[in-house]
Every structure is written in C-alpha cells, then in structure tokens.
Nanobody, 125 residues
Framework: QVQLVESGGGVVQPGGSLRLSCAAS????????MGWFRQAPGKEREFVAG????????YYRDSVKGRFTISRDNAKNMVYLQMNSLKPEDTAVHYC??????????????????WGQGTQVTVSS
C-alpha cells in the first residue's frame, strides 16, 4: 500500500533551520506531484509548498517564499522541505502529500489523495 513517512521535525529557535524529509513507497513516485501542508492548533490545514512531477516547477505560499525550498529525488522516492529563517508562526504539524490529479490545483489539500502521518515543527525561544 501507499506510504508517506515524514521525518526531520523538532524544536528550533527563531531564525534556525530544519530539513523535513518524506519517504514515499507503494506508488509510481515520479508520476505524482508532491506537496507539504501544515496545521497549527486550532487552525485549518494550509498549503506550504508543492513541486511538479519532474521537480522543475515549485510553488510556495507567500509567507514562506525566500525561506523554504521544496525539492525531490525521483531516484530515491524522496521529497524534502528545507526551512530556513524559521519563525514562531511556522510552528505546526507538517504533512507530506501526493497528488496524481493534474486537473486540480496543487494549492488545495483536496487535490491530494495520499498523506503522511505528519511531523511536528516547533519554533520557540
């Protein structure tokens, strides 16, 4: 079956960095767009970053542009989220997701059919 397993979360001070990883299995990885979403306590899940099947096109929410970088390695079935200059408002559970539906917006969580279990990112001094 399809599995998406995130890792790399943790506690970091403001201004610090973390690199999230997502290992995918059970699906033809290179045919799926991949995304990262996050959900803070009491808030709705929100789009963070997305990447095309080849990795040639990336997408970001405005608040993370210039700070976060999404990338993928199709040979290893991995997707990454490099997070720099972290802020307290980045604190959330971060989820990896996979989408095979090219007709739907990469910015919407409803476009993604497979999800990981999430990894906690906490930015605090």
């Amino acid at each position: 079956q399809v599995q998406l397993v995130e890792s790399g979360g943790g506690v970091v001070q403001p201004g610090g960095s973390l690199r999230l990883s997502c290992a995918a299995s059970g699906l033809p990885f290179s045919t799926y767009r991949m995304g990262w979403f996050r959900q803070a306590p009491g808030k709705e899940r929100e789009f963070v970053a997305g990447i095309s099947r080849s990795g040639g096109i990336t997408y970001y929410r405005d608040s993370v542009k210039g700070r976060f970088t999404i990338s993928r390695d199709n040979a290893k079935n991995m997707v990454y989220l490099q997070m720099n200059s972290l802020k307290p408002e980045d604190t959330a559970v971060h989820y990896c997701a996979a989408s095979s539906d090219l007709s739907r917006s990469i910015y919407r969580d409803g476009s993604f059919g497979y999800w990981g279990q999430g990894t906690q990112v906490t930015v605090s001094s």
